[in-house]
Structure formats: C-alpha cells, structure tokens
C-alpha cells in the first residue's frame, strides 16, 4: 500500500455510539426487523444481560449467559439448541470479545443477525473474523455473513470494566491499529482511523487508571477502540497478531494481556521497515520514539510486561516458533527462526 494507491472497501454496519445509548436498543432492534430476539452473554454479565432484555421488552425472548472464552463448541452448540426452542430470529451480544464471538457463530452456523453492544476494548465487533474452539483447537475464519449488522457503543457499561482488564484490552486495541499502519492492504482512510484510535487510547487508558468512572475517558476510550477494532476488520494483520495466536492457542495464555506484553516488541521490531507507520505512531503517541512510549504506556498502566509473568518458559518457545514459521502471514520485515528466537526471548 501507499497513499497513492490502495484499494478500499467499506464494511456495512451502522454504529450508534454515546453514554445511555443502550436505551436504543428496541428501536435498533425494530430497524433489523428483528421480533424475536435471543440475548447472550458470560455468566458474569448476566445482570446487564437482563436490563437489555427487559429493556427489549417482548422482542426479547430469552437469555443465555454461558459465553466463554474462545468460543468452545459445546457452548456454540447449546446457544443454537436455545435459539432454536425459542425460535429466536436475531440475538444481541452484550458483552467482551467473547460474548459477540459466540454471537458471531450463530451467525455463521443459524444465519442469525447480530446486534452487538461490546463492553471491552477488544474490537471483535468491527470484523468478519469469527473462531470456534474444538478440542483445544481453534478454528478461525472471514465471513462477511458474521459482522454484526449494528453495534451500539455505551461508554456508561464500561465504567464497570476492572482498571486491569481495561489496560490489557485497550493495549490489545493499540496493536490492531499499529499493524493496520503498516498492513498491506491499509489505505489514508484506515491510517486516519488506526492515528486517530491510538491518540484516543493513550490518552483515556491513563485518565481510566486514575479514576475509572470517568466518563469523558470512558468515552474516549471506547471511541478509539472503535476505530482500532475497524482497522483490525479492514486489514491484514502482521507479525504481533500472528505471534498472539500462536502463543494463546500453544500455551493456553490470555488474549488481551498477551497482546499487551507482545506489542512492544514486534514494534520495535517492525518500525524502522515502516517509517511512514512509524511517524503515525509518534504522533498519535506525542512520542518521538513510539516503542518507548508503548513500553512506558504499558508500565505505567501496570500491565504484564513479560511473558514469564504469564507463566511462559524458555522451553515453551521452541514449538511457537515453529508454529509461527509454518503460517504465511502479512509483515512488513521478513522474518525468519533466529529473529523470533531473540523477539520472544526479549518477550520472556
Ligand atoms: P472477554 O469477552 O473474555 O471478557 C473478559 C471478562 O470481562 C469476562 O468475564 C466478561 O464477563 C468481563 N467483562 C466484559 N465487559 C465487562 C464490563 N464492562 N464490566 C465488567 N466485566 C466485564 O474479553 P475480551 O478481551 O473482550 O475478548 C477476548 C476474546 O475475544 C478472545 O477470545 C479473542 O480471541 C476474541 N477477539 C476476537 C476478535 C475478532 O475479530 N474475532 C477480535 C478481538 C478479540
């Protein structure tokens, strides 16, 4: 890619995004046409998944609130059997990456329109990208059939988001828009999006640190995970996305944290092959040396730093990097067995 010559392509969706947006719910629904609509969400979630529901109303006719991470089978197979009984023609997935990961595989396995309203950082809810884990493996896949077809951002249900989780999964949304910088298929649109959602970020995720239930950072920062979620359904992903795969699925690890220890290190790898991504990076960061300030984003914010902290050996290593060798992925510098070995020992 460069600003002279691109391809872009819009994904369709519509975004209704403001503090108390959640009471737009029925009328987003009555847009899709929707009647009969199944609510889904973690256990943890299940409150906030029967304030939509009643706030449906009758278009509401059920809740399920087993949604876990990765998206197990089992779970894609149960929600389906409750979608079916209660003859559910749409759901509505309140929640993280996970709740609207399980939504998406209704989507794809029943045909079911999708209306999100995520509560993390994660960005799932900007992608065709959908994941059913079966037997510790996980199966991944782009279908533009999966993309929820509304998203309602409400900063106000994120004030409720641990000070940790909101760090790791605000990070995990900085690295979506730091490998669409340098993506292949990247365009002055998703570069405008991928500046504009770091800035957000780096500046609310501190702010949020400091005094969660401040709603201007809640906003700010649910607004820049938007944009970094839409670059990360726009392009192709590189090296850190491939390495935070890889690393999750082999070693068990959990999503956001790792992205958050892993990012600095594939930019620092990564930003001198790209200029142009790097000069985006230090302006949105207010950096002249953006790995610094990712690193010291990262510390003050008292994220995991290294992979050790996630319980990673040096043993363990050996079989990723293997992985990671055997996938084609987009990246803007080659790399080969003895760059991985000292980016994840640097990681460790
Ligand atoms: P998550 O959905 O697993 O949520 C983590 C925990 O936080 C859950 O217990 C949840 O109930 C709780 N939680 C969520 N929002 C909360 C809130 N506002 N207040 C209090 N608790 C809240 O975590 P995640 O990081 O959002 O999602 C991770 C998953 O999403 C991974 O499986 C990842 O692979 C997937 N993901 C997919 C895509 C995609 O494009 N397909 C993109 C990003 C992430």
Redesign the pocket.
């Known amino acids: 890619m460069t600003l002279d010559s691109f391809v872009y392509e819009a994904l369709p969706m519509r975004v209704v995004f403001g503090a108390g947006s959640i009471g737009h719910l029925p009328e987003e629904a009555r847009r899709l046409t929707l009647r009969r609509v199944l609510v889904l969400?973690?256990p943890?979630?299940r409150e906030l998944a029967e304030r939509a529901s009643d706030l449906l109303g009758d278009t509401a006719v059920g809740v399920f609130d087993r949604a876990r991470?990765?998206?197990p089978r089992e779970t894609v197979i149960a929600a389906e059997g409750s979608a079916e009984k209660l003859g559910a023609d749409g759901c509505v997935a309140i929640?993280?990456?996970?709740?609207?990961?399980l939504g998406?595989a209704l989507a794809l396995r029943l045909g079911l329109p999708v209306l999100a309203v995520p509560?993390?950082?994660?960005?799932?809810e900007m992608?065709p990208?959908?994941?059913i884990t079966d037997n510790a493996r996980k199966q991944?896949g782009r279908d533009r059939s999966v993309l929820p077809r509304t998203v309602v951002y409400d900063p106000e249900?994120?004030?409720?988001?641990?000070v940790a989780?909101s760090a790791t999964?605000g990070l995990?949304a900085v690295a979506h828009a730091v490998e669409a910088l340098y993506a292949p298929d990247g365009s002055p649109v998703i570069t405008a999006m991928a500046e504009q959602g770091v800035r957000d970020l780096a500046a609310a995720l501190p702010a949020i640190g400091k005094h969660p239930s401040d709603p201007t950072a809640r906003t700010a920062a649910l607004r820049g995970a938007w944009l970094c979620?839409a670059c990360?359904?726009a392009t192709a992903m590189g090296l850190h996305h491939k390495l935070c795969h890889v690393l999750?699925g082999k070693l068990d690890l959990p999503?956001?944290e790792t992205h958050s220890i892993v990012l600095p290190h594939v930019a620092a790898f990564n930003l001198p092959a790209v200029p142009r991504a790097r000069a985006a990076l230090a302006r949105a960061l207010h950096d002249d040396d953006p790995v610094a300030a990712l690193k010291s984003l990262a510390r003050g914010l008292g994220a995991p730093l290294r992979l050790s902290e996630l319980g990673v050996r040096e043993s363990d290593l050996r079989a990723v990097i293997d992985e990671v060798l055997t996938g084609p992925y987009a990246n803007p510098r080659p790399v080969g067995r003895a760059e991985l070995e000292q980016l994840l020992a640097e990681a460790l």
């Open positions: 969400s973690t943890d979630q991470m990765h998206v929640g993280g990456g996970s709740t609207i990961g998406k509560t993390t950082y994660a960005g799932s992608t990208i959908w994941g991944t249900l994120t004030l409720s988001l641990p989780i999964s995990n979620g990360l359904g999750g999503h956001a």
